[in-house]
């Protein structure tokens, strides 16, 4: 199928920054007309219903691929993303090898390629040769081999000198430093945010002094290199505090060229469902959930551990805040599947990370539904947000937007048609998600991506 | 010491299970199957677990102190870290009981190369366990074991998380001499922050009632003012302060806690010698608690640093009490879960 003819649906175009009402023509996969609807034509089509947006774009993935294929192939995490919405992923370096020369790239390539999915992969190289933090990595090679930018992700650029040089190196390349911010001395052995939860649970905690101490360092860093080096970007992944984001927020109004993200778990979840609540962050009290009776289940379920870990209400509400006003550019997944083995485990011995490119959509909705986002901000912090931390580096530079005449790259989702989370329903092989069982909204429908169908659900 | 007598007495007037009944006999009033913390644990829990305690007790006190309540029932005890007095404590229950007893000893070292806590939790299964005592360096450790296993999960101590049956000793220890907790002044002082016996009893004792405060450098109680706050909006009497004087001050129970050398490297204090000048409980110190103040220790001692050998030895320490209470708990919740258990 590489038609579709959609009449009377809700569209989003986020680049021309409007939505509403219309109809959307796809023959032999290029998008051949779309249409607004207007007056009595319109009546009736609201953005409760099947909505149809540009495809999405994730900053932060996890495939796993080379090295791990157990947890995940880049085969399974591009069906994954298709599922999700997704037509562009961004894959993280930290395979094994690390991705810190071309070789990696192209052996990524060439399984995206033998996967048959028209998901764009996109990757991002290091910063340091094997992620050490030590010497810097073949920037300008991988640069010339096409990777997105650099980053150390799973660990933070440790040193404060490496991350300067790789700022200003990177500049003239024209690609951002994407930075883990965690300060490694204050989260040894962490397990969970370090706060009531984690006090009353014993577990160690990862305070959130940690992310916040290291966002400033790299800001202040960022700000004397970008007097000096013209080009510089610095982007901020998966920000989890109301700390940090307020430092972004500051440095953003100063001029500062940085970015940043944040994921769909820091904003919906909370360090509550560790105790056992579950419950979104916006339903949430400062009071715990002991003392209001929101324990729902067991308490320490490892698919919650995550890092930088689930945090309070206050935080993900500042996240929220932080989506809806552009201080976060962009909601990125950090997509991390593992495999039973690691995460069937005690608490505190658990692989870091969830499993989360295909319950994306669902946990923004669960936040549009409350109120705390609206549906054009969210669409926008999932495709142009991220599309301008990639700069022209997406086969789908300047038409992003649904642009006629293009080949077809969309999500079709029905904002109403609620599913369970189950792992037979997960495409990925990491089946490691706290929502397990849980119903979300937003139902993909299809998935289009460089005029080719990359998921369609299965009739009901 | 009439109101001992008296707060025994009355216990012993309510319904006393009966314990020397016939294997398989189901007691009145318990419904959970595992014993993982104590935070869900009702008043009348807490209630039931000390009568049946003080039947328990009686048991121990006759010549032989037996009796054939899990006759035919595989108690096995898999420790993953290393423990004598609770271990023992859990073994001499359960044999006071008449189960049979397995002991494993497991290490956590080879999780990535060896058997993972599920699959170990299987095989004790397979070979006949019943009941499952588990001590574990993890916290939240039985919860995955309680997943998995299909009898009941006693939980002998996880991580810095909990440690139930010390929790419910300790109360049954303090109302066996004061009769009730309600409204007295119990300190729990030193190393809170990595102490699972405190954790455990913060629930229990402002669950009971008692005016609850923990003492200790500031860097030893990191969260808990936060806890604190919280369990005083909710009614309950905790406090947290670094003085050890106004910790102190008309205290009717004193817990000492163990601390570690470890704590040294970590940061957290500067040498034992500074801490036992400020924080340890000596005999001076034990002075501004009230008359005849209980002096408990959940063990091992460190004699010298967080509790000086004439208090651990003195007129006021219950802390043998506290080993003997713990035989007849162990035997009360073996008893109880083993009602519930699917055998």
């Known amino acids: 199928m590489t038609d579709l003819d959609l009449s009377r649906v809700w569209l989003i175009d986020p680049v021309a920054g409007r939505e509403g009402p219309g109809e959307l023509v796809v023959r032999d996969g290029v998008l051949e007309a779309f249409t607004w609807l207007e007056g009595s034509d319109a009546h009736g089509v609201d953005d409760l219903g099947v909505i149809v947006a540009p495809g999405f774009i994730d900053l932060h993935a996890h495939l796993r691929e080379p090295g791990n294929e157990d947890a995940e192939t880049v085969a399974t995490g591009l069906a994954a993303a298709a599922h999700g919405g997704f037509t562009t992923v961004c894959a993280m370096p930290n395979t094994t090898p690390t991705l810190d020369e071309p070789g990696v790239l192209a052996a990524i390539h060439t399984a995206a390629a033998a996967s048959g999915s028209p998901v764009e992969l996109l990757a991002w190289g290091a910063v340091t040769v094997g992620r050490a933090g030590h010497t810097l990595a073949a920037l300008g090679e991988l640069a010339d081999a096409g990777v997105v930018g650099f980053s150390d992700d799973g660990a933070p650029v440790r040193s404060a000198t490496i991350l300067r040089n790789a700022l200003a190196y990177s500049a003239p390349l024209g690609l951002p430093v994407v930075d883990h911010p965690e300060d490694p001395t204050q989260t040894e052995g962490a397990e969970a945010n370090d706060g009531f939860v984690a006090t009353v649970l014993g577990l160690r905690g990862w305070p959130a002094a940690a992310e916040e101490s290291a966002v400033a360092r790299d800001l202040a860093i960022l700000g004397e290199v970008c007097r000096d080096v013209p080009g510089v970007r610095l982007h901020l992944t998966h920000l989890s505090t109301a700390g940090s984001l307020d430092l972004v927020r500051r440095a953003k109004s100063a001029g500062l060229p940085v970015t940043c993200d944040v994921t769909p778990h820091h904003l919906a979840l909370t360090d509550e469902w560790i105790a056992g609540a579950r419950r979104f962050a916006w339903d949430a009290g400062l009071d715990g959930p002991w003392h209001d009776d929101a324990i729902e289940t067991t308490p320490f379920h490892p698919s919650l551990r995550v890092n930088p870990p689930l945090r309070t209400s206050t935080d993900a509400l500042a996240c929220l805040a932080a989506v809806a006003d552009a201080t976060a550019d962009a909601i990125a997944t950090d997509h991390a599947p593992h495999t039973e083995v690691d995460k069937a485990v005690e608490f505190g011995l658990a692989a870091n990370g969830i499993s989360g490119i295909e319950t994306a959509l669902g946990l923004v909705l669960a936040a549009v539904d409350a109120g705390h986002l609206t549906l054009a901000r969210a669409v926008a912090a999932l495709t142009v947000g991220p599309a301008a931390v990639l700069g022209g580096r997406t086969r789908r530079a300047g038409t992003v937007g649904l642009v006629e005449g293009r080949p077809a790259d969309l999500v079709v989702f029905d904002r109403s048609d609620r599913w369970t989370v189950r792992s037979d329903a997960l495409a990925s092989k990491g089946k490691n998600s706290p929502l397990i069982g849980i119903e979300l909204g937003g139902r993909v429908l299809v998935t289009m991506a460089a005029g080719k169908v990359a998921y369609e659900a299965p009739p009901d | 010491m009439t109101d001992v007598i ?338």
């Open chain 2, 6 to 343: 008296d707060g025994r007495a009355e216990a012993a007037e309510l319904a006393v299970p009966s314990v020397d009944v016939a294997p398989g006999t189901q007691p009145v009033g318990w419904r959970h199957r595992h014993l993982l913390d104590v935070d869900g644990l009702s008043i009348a829990d807490l209630d039931l677990v000390m009568r049946t305690a003080d039947a328990m007790r009686e048991v121990l006190a006759r010549p032989i102190a037996k009796v054939p309540a899990l006759r035919g029932r595989n108690v096995t005890i898999l420790f993953y870290e290393a423990s004598t007095r609770t271990r023992v404590s859990f073994e001499v229950a359960a044999k006071n009981l008449s189960a049979e007893v397995v002991n494993i000893a497991a290490s956590t070292s080879s999780v990535t190369k060896g058997e993972s806590l599920v699959d170990t939790v299987r095989t004790v299964e397979a070979l006949g366990a019943q009941m499952l005592v588990m001590r574990h360096s993890v916290s939240g450790a039985p919860y995955l074991a309680a997943e998995v296993f299909g009898g009941s999960v006693l939980n002998g101590g996880d991580g810095w998380h909990a440690h139930p049956t010390q929790a419910l000793l300790d109360l049954y220890t303090m109302r066996s001499r004061l009769g009730s907790v309600e409204g007295r002044k119990v300190v729990i002082l030193g190393d809170v922050l990595h102490s699972r016996v405190a954790r455990s009893n913060i629930w229990t004792l402002t669950a009971a009632g008692a005016d609850l405060w923990l003492c200790g450098p500031p860097t030893l109680l990191r969260g808990f003012e936060a806890w604190a706050g919280r369990g005083a909006a909710a009614g309950r009497r905790f406090h947290v302060t670094s003085s050890i004087d106004q910790a102190l001050r008309d205290a009717d129970v004193v817990m000492a806690l163990r601390i570690q050398k470890e704590r040294m490297a970590s940061g957290l204090l500067p040498s034992l010698r500074e801490y036992a000048a400020r924080y340890g409980l000596t005999a001076s110190r034990l002075a501004h608690a009230k008359p005849g103040a209980l002096v408990m220790h959940p063990g091992p001692m460190n004699e010298g640093v967080e509790i000086a050998p004439d208090v651990a030895a003195g007129a006021q320490s219950v802390i043998t009490d506290q080993v003997t209470n713990g035989v007849a708990i162990r035997m009360a919740l073996l008893y109880l879960l083993a009602g519930v258990s699917p055998t």
